[in-house]
């Protein structure tokens, strides 16, 4: 996966907004206000691209032992967040349902009335 798609895939989640909250160099999109992926544009140009999503803590451990490109976040809390390797190794497909699930994780943990303004939104 490159920037652009991963780029582009994040934007098309509804809700969602692009952030530097921490410097320049950290891309944070959030859904209502909370972060659900993050990642450093130095490292993409580096060509050591990787994202930090959120995950279910018992799949975080899954996917860990399943996948040498996954693990616990970097510079995040190790339970609830995983850094995933996009060096090609991975299917696109299945890192987009990665930032599917930490999309939805978030959404779901916003309020009620949060969650019926973004489900209203227009794409």
Not at 95 to 109: A, C, P, Q, T
């Amino acid at each position: 996966m490159n920037l652009e798609t991963f780029y582009e895939y994040c934007l098309s989640k509804k809700g969602v907004s692009e952030h530097f909250p921490f410097d320049e160099d950290t891309l944070v999109f959030k859904v209502g206000g909370k972060m659900f992926a993050l990642s450093s544009l130095s490292q993409w140009e580096k060509n050591e691209q990787s994202v930090n999503l959120k995950c279910d803590p018992d799949r975080a451990e899954e996917l860990r032992a399943e996948y040498d490109e996954i693990k616990p976040g970097f510079h995040m809390s190790k339970v609830h967040w995983n850094t995933v390797a996009l060096n090609g190794n991975l299917p696109a497909k299945f890192v987009k349902e990665l930032i599917d699930h930490s999309y939805e994780l978030v959404f779901k943990s916003l309020t009620k009335k949060i969650q019926n303004e973004i489900i209203e939104l227009e794409n």
